[in-house]
């Protein structure tokens, strides 16, 4: 796995104690996401994407594992380590609501976030505030106005803009429009994905919506229960998804022209198991569709934990029996295409150095 400049996750465990013992919310995660490029990471709710992302910026460090930006590695309790930390990476919360104080106004958000790493006078301080909220399309009418008096559009574009004021290497997007309606969210996607083209940062998308992951997204990561089951350039995983959850997860994002499930494909039926006490085996074969509960030669899939296919390989799945190349590709008719039209996948050729 290449470091390049942007964000590595190298073996990351974060457990939690619970009320019978510990809980390990995430387990052996391995990721990368260069600068300039975004990776998506999607899953079920409890599957961990959340718990990943608080240990990313530092709120859930790590019990094992290594994470490093720009190739230096940030870790441990330390207050001293925790704020070199956040000068790197940044994370926009789901609920603006919640992630705004409603006390202050826009400007002083900003210009808090602005100065927390870099002194600046009042005028430096204007000039910043000015300049982020022009780069994250909002009136500079908005610096004295009270999170409540803005639409959640716009909240969460303020959130944006505090979270770049500090110029860093990695962003971290954290279900930033689930709370959006459908036209406000493909604003704000395209607004990431030019951010991201004129400042380099590496981002790491967390959404359910596969659509919008897959309008910003150069990689997609899958994870389930704690661990990544799948990962590939975003066409290809979308197009020929290989392991049997992101199959299933496909599945069920709605067809506007054949109807909400396409024909023959399997649903997803069941809930996440216990993170207490996951599944031996495979954790997804309890409700894999061509698992040993429909195919009892195939026990191994409850016995042996698939692992990752090798590093380096363009399309890695961590499954016993993945589907290949050959399946027939699901159709999915929701995903919206790029504001031109075009529909390939982007790669970090494509972006500015």
Do not use: W
């Given at each position: 796995?290449?470091?390049?400049?942007g964000?590595?996750l190298?073996?990351?465990?974060?457990?939690?104690?619970?009320?019978?013992?510990p809980?390990?919310?995430?387990?052996?995660?391995s990721?990368d996401?260069?600068?300039?490029?975004?990776?998506?990471?999607?899953?079920?709710?409890?599957?961990?994407?959340?718990t990943l992302a608080?240990?990313v910026?530092?709120?859930?460090?790590?019990?094992?594992?290594?994470?490093?930006?720009?190739g230096r590695e940030?870790?441990?309790?330390?207050?001293?380590d925790?704020?070199?930390?956040?000068?790197?990476?940044?994370?926009?919360?789901?609920?603006?609501?919640?992630?705004?104080?409603p006390?202050?106004?826009?400007?002083?958000?900003?210009?808090?976030?602005a100065?927390?790493?870099?002194?600046?006078?009042?005028r430096g301080?204007?000039?910043?505030?000015?300049?982020?909220?022009?780069?994250?399309?909002?009136?500079?009418?908005?610096?004295?106005?009270l999170?409540?008096?803005?639409?959640?559009?716009q909240?969460?574009?303020?959130?944006?803009?505090?979270a770049?004021?500090?110029?860093?290497?990695?962003?971290?997007?954290?279900?930033v429009?689930?709370?959006?309606?459908?036209?406000?969210?493909a604003?704000?996607?395209t607004?990431?994905?030019?951010?991201q083209?004129?400042?380099?940062?590496?981002?790491?998308?967390i959404?359910?919506?596969?659509?919008?992951?897959?309008?910003?997204?150069?990689?997609v990561?899958?994870?389930?229960?704690?661990?990544?089951?799948?990962i590939?350039?975003?066409?290809n995983?979308?197009?020929?998804?290989?392991?049997?959850?992101?199959?299933t997860l496909?599945?069920?994002?709605?067809?506007?022209?054949?109807?909400?499930?396409?024909?023959?494909?399997?649903?997803?039926?069941?809930?996440v198991?216990d993170?207490?006490?996951?599944?031996?085996?495979?954790?997804f074969?309890?409700?894999?569709p061509?698992?040993?509960?429909?195919h009892?030669g195939?026990?191994?899939?409850?016995?042996?934990?698939?692992?990752?296919d090798?590093?380096?390989r363009?399309?890695r799945?961590?499954?016993?029996?993945?589907?290949?190349?050959?399946?027939?590709?699901?159709?999915?008719?929701s995903?919206?295409?790029?504001a031109n039209?075009?529909?390939?996948p982007?790669?970090?050729?494509?972006?500015?150095?």
């Amino acid at each position: 796995m290449s470091t390049g400049s942007g964000l590595a996750l190298y073996d990351v465990t974060v457990r939690h104690h619970g009320p019978l013992g510990p809980i390990t919310a995430v387990d052996g995660v391995s990721l990368d996401v260069p600068r300039g490029t975004t990776v998506g990471l999607v899953g079920e709710s409890g599957s961990g994407k959340s718990t990943l992302a608080r240990a990313v910026v530092g709120l859930d460090p790590p019990c094992a594992g290594r994470i490093t930006v720009g190739g230096r590695e940030y870790g441990g309790r330390r207050v001293a380590d925790r704020r070199r930390l956040g000068q790197q990476v940044q994370l926009v919360f789901q609920d603006p609501d919640t992630a705004l104080d409603p006390r202050m106004t826009v400007r002083q958000s900003i210009a808090e976030s602005a100065g927390a790493f870099v002194r600046l006078d009042r005028r430096g301080r204007e000039q910043r505030v000015g300049g982020l909220l022009e780069l994250v399309g909002l009136d500079a009418r908005c610096a004295d106005r009270l999170p409540r008096q803005l639409s959640g559009g716009q909240r969460q574009r303020v959130a944006v803009a505090r979270a770049l004021a500090v110029d860093p290497a990695v962003l971290i997007a954290d279900e930033v429009t689930s709370a959006l309606d459908m036209s406000v969210r493909a604003a704000l996607l395209t607004m990431l994905r030019e951010l991201q083209r004129r400042m380099g940062f590496a981002m790491l998308f967390i959404s359910h919506d596969l659509a919008a992951v897959r309008h910003v997204s150069d990689a997609v990561a899958v994870m389930y229960l704690g661990r990544i089951v799948e990962i590939a350039a975003t066409e290809n995983l979308l197009r020929g998804p290989r392991h049997p959850y992101t199959r299933t997860l496909l599945s069920a994002v709605p067809n506007l022209h054949a109807g909400r499930h396409p024909a023959g494909e399997p649903l997803l039926v069941g809930e996440v198991p216990d993170p207490a006490s996951p599944p031996t085996g495979c954790r997804f074969h309890p409700r894999c569709p061509v698992g040993p509960d429909r195919h009892p030669g195939r026990d191994v899939c409850a016995v042996r934990d698939p692992q990752l296919d090798a590093a380096g390989r363009p399309h890695r799945a961590a499954c016993h029996f993945p589907y290949g190349a050959d399946d027939r590709p699901l159709q999915t008719g929701s995903f919206p295409s790029d504001a031109n039209g075009d529909r390939t996948p982007r790669t970090s050729e494509d972006r500015p150095s």
